[in-house]
């Protein structure tokens, strides 16, 4: 069965410092998908990046970037030079690709505070 | 700007009630998802739907059923509310179905059984 770990349940960093959020996933199928979304105080998830698991090339935009790793299944999400804005909840999901109609697997979820 | 909307931010309710989520997206998207969200459990999915009349158990349908009468428009009820239905409730539509498509989310319904 699908199954995305996120160890890290809240994380307190000081403005300007960087932080790391943890994705551990499991899957039996060859050909998925995995998102990171950012839920605000304002309540709705918004979604940050996507990536199958046929490219392993790690993104970076901006201030965030992400570190996919098949051989170990996770997919982390860093965040340089933090600002009080990165304040959110943070999720990471898998989707399978086999499945038919998508149906998202999320982890469960890591607050980030960053003290200004 | 593409939205889904869902009728309540805040709901307080009393035990046995029948209550209805409603959640309306306006990007024409043939796929649409309830959630709920509690502490320490991420989002688990209730129901789902990938077209108009057209439904499909989550992980944890119990004590739930929805109707999709049309396109746009995804309602959660809630036949006889429980306290332990005490969540928050995230709508969700997506468009075409693919894994790779990201979904757009509502504010959500913070629900309260008493």
């Known amino acids: 069965a699908q199954k995305v770990t996120q160890a890290q349940t809240e994380i307190s960093v000081v403005e300007k410092e960087d932080v790391t959020l943890d994705c551990v996933y499991e899957t039996r199928d060859t050909t998925y998908y995995l998102f990171w979304y950012k839920q605000p105080p304002s309540g709705e998830l918004v979604f940050l990046i996507r990536?199958?698991?046929?490219?392993?090339q790690n993104e970076i935009s901006g201030r965030y970037s992400w570190n996919f790793q098949k051989s170990t299944s996770s997919f982390n999400f860093t965040i340089t030079a933090s600002q009080v804005v990165d304040s959110a909840v943070y999720f990471c999901a898998l989707s399978e690709a086999a499945r038919g109609a998508q149906k998202l697997v999320f982890g469960q979820g890591t607050r980030l505070t960053i003290n200004p | 700007d593409v939205k889904v909307t869902q009728s309540s931010r805040y709901l307080v309710k009393r035990t046995g009630e029948k209550v209805f989520l409603e959640c309306v997206q306006d990007m024409d998207h043939e796929n649409m998802f309830w959630y709920r969200q509690d502490p320490g459990l991420g989002l688990r999915l209730i129901y789902f739907s990938y077209d108009v009349k057209m439904k499909e158990k989550g992980d944890i349908p119990e004590g739930y059923s929805v109707s999709r009468e049309k396109k746009e428009r995804f309602s959660l009820i809630l036949e006889s509310a429980s306290t332990n239905q005490t969540s928050m409730y995230l709508c969700?539509?997506?468009?075409?179905?693919?894994?790779?498509?990201?979904?757009?989310f509502g504010p959500g319904t913070r629900l309260t059984v008493l």
């Open positions: 969700a539509s997506l468009r075409g179905g693919r894994a790779y498509n990201e979904q757009f």
């Open positions: 990536r199958n698991s046929f490219d392993e």
